[in-house]
């Protein structure tokens, strides 16, 4: 439930994709922290589908097989993914290289490019309906209010603004339902396996106050935005990638291949060839074709391998050979931005100091002060057999229960609840202010000591919330805890959502007919 267990990216996502879809942003800007495949555009939504730029379709000279002739681009598991979709999504892709200045990849690749990300979007949305991960128009309504309020915009100018730049309103509200359901299944499938100890945050405290002066500032944790000098201020970078994935399981001989197919794209990245381009037609990464852009986030939030890799390089430089679990990564810093001088090559980079957490406007620093609630729920969550409706009904019963005096919101959470604050009676503790997803803690708020509040759904499932008392308290310490425990989160959620995708790739029924179609072609050739 809290947001140091299970910390939700939606806020950073949605933003982002408001920011380059409307708002003219530059690349410092682009999708915050997501590497997900299915994104049908990152930075900016998947632009609209105008009916030019159609790749060329297969040779004449192709074998017409009966898996060619149905119209069949790929069988994934139980789904069809048709050429039609194919051809739809690829003239969509190549308006949006267009619209970034990318050189568009050969009709080949480019739609081997658009089919992969099928595959992945396919996927992703059967595990999430098999998990019972479904996003209404209320939950999108919300998300729209929360980034034009974001963007000190009405939904009305966030409307114009995005239709401005060339994405329709409903292909902009169909990527936030994407953003939405792809993020609760991260949670659902991820995010409770990652666990940070308390020698963790010890461990990142230290060396941050050791970097830092002796004190930890919490300057790591701030949200990427807008850097007015180029000295001061948290660092944040802009990482482009062009990856070689190496299967799992594949032959030495194999992998000494693919490491030489990425000591070349290097090489070229650093003759000067245009990254993007290179991203688009070789990468096997999800973001290939938005030219290898994976967006921007303060400096601690990448990943450590990319981190000790491309944290000491300026804008435009390209960082040595990373390999990795998936495979070898070409990483190139697009725009580095606050702080102050990198380290030298080979030190371990760290956030520079920003204003310390707690302080005024002067920098001085004091005493963090918030009102912390009290408060218990009772979870019902939703699943392939619990929808929605079944569980905001079962919640309902309850509480006519409890407020009818028939029995207490503690016996009612043991029996009912499926928290593992169930055997406490559902006691959450003291909460402070953003340990709680928002629409939990905009619920909570609401209520005064006492009361139930009526079924509240939230990324986890339908809750009933119950406030026992609230006290004002010095947190300071603990928001630094708290701080360095996202920044630990966040290096270590996305590279382990990526390994679950590979993991869920690797098991499902996957028939390429498009690929086998190619390699049809060249024997006939």
Request: glycine content about 8%; hydrophobic content about 40%.
């Amino acid at each position: 439930m809290r947001r140091f267990q299970n910390q939700r990216r939606l806020s950073g996502n949605v933003l982002a994709l408001t920011l380059c879809a409307g708002l003219a942003c530059a690349p410092a800007f682009a999708q915050q922290g997501s590497q997900r495949p299915a994104t049908p555009a990152a930075p900016a939504p998947a632009a609209s589908k105008p009916g030019s730029q159609q790749p060329a379709p297969a040779p004449a000279a192709a074998p017409q097989g009966e898996q060619f002739v149905d119209g069949i681009a790929a069988v994934v598991n139980k789904d069809v993914i048709t050429l039609r979709e194919v051809r739809d999504e690829s003239r969509q892709a190549v308006t949006d290289l267009q619209r970034r200045g990318i050189q568009v990849p050969d009709a080949e690749t480019l739609q081997r490019q658009v089919l992969q990300r099928l595959i992945m979007d396919r996927l992703e949305r059967q595990e999430a309906d098999r998990l019972g991960i479904r996003v209404d128009n209320a939950q999108v309504d919300q998300a729209v209010t929360m980034v034009a309020t974001r963007n000190k915009l009405t939904v009305d100018q966030l409307r114009a603004e995005v239709q401005k730049s060339g994405v329709s309103w409903e292909e902009y509200r169909r990527t936030l339902r994407d953003e939405i359901r792809m993020d609760r299944l991260r949670q659902r499938t991820v995010d409770s396996s990652i666990v940070i100890t308390d020698a963790d945050v010890d461990a990142f405290l230290k060396d941050q106050a050791r970097s830092q002066g002796g004190q930890f500032t919490g300057a790591a944790a701030a949200p990427s935005q807008p850097q007015a000098a180029a000295s001061g201020g948290p660092v944040s970078l802009t990482l482009a990638q062009i990856l070689v994935r190496v299967p799992e399981g594949s032959s030495p001989e194999a992998i000494a291949a693919l490491r030489k197919k990425a000591e070349d794209l290097l090489a070229r990245a650093r003759k000067g060839e245009d990254f993007g381009s290179l991203a688009a037609a070789s990468s096997d990464g999800p973001e290939a074709l938005q030219g290898g852009q994976m967006g921007t986030r303060p400096l601690d939030g990448w990943p450590d391998l990319f981190i000790r890799a491309a944290g000491s390089l300026q804008g435009g430089q390209v960082a040595d050979l990373v390999q990795s679990g998936n495979g070898f990564h070409i990483l190139k810093v697009v725009q580095r931005s606050g702080g102050s001088a990198p380290q030298a090559p080979g030190q371990q980079p760290v956030a520079q100091p920003g204003a310390p957490f707690g302080a005024d406007t002067q920098g001085r620093q004091g005493p963090v002060r918030v009102t912390q609630t009290h408060a218990r729920h009772i979870l019902i969550k939703t699943s392939a057999v619990m929808s929605d409706q079944q569980a905001r009904d079962r919640l309902e019963q309850v509480r006519q229960r409890i407020v009818a005096g028939g029995t207490s919101f503690e016996a009612m959470a043991r029996q009912y609840s499926q928290d593992g604050t169930a055997p406490q009676g559902g006691d959450l503790g003291w909460v402070n202010p953003g340990d709680m997803v928002p629409t939990f803690e905009a619920a909570m708020n609401a209520l005064d000591a006492k009361q139930i509040s009526q079924p509240v759904q939230s990324p986890f499932g339908w809750h009933l919330i119950q406030v026992l008392e609230r006290r004002e308290q010095d947190v300071t310490d603990e928001m630094h805890r708290l701080q360095a425990r996202q920044i630990l989160f966040e290096r270590r959620a996305g590279p382990a959502f990526e390994d679950w995708l590979e993991t869920l790739r690797g098991q499902a029924y996957i028939d390429n007919r498009l690929e086998k179609r190619d390699t049809m072609e060249q024997r006939y050739r």
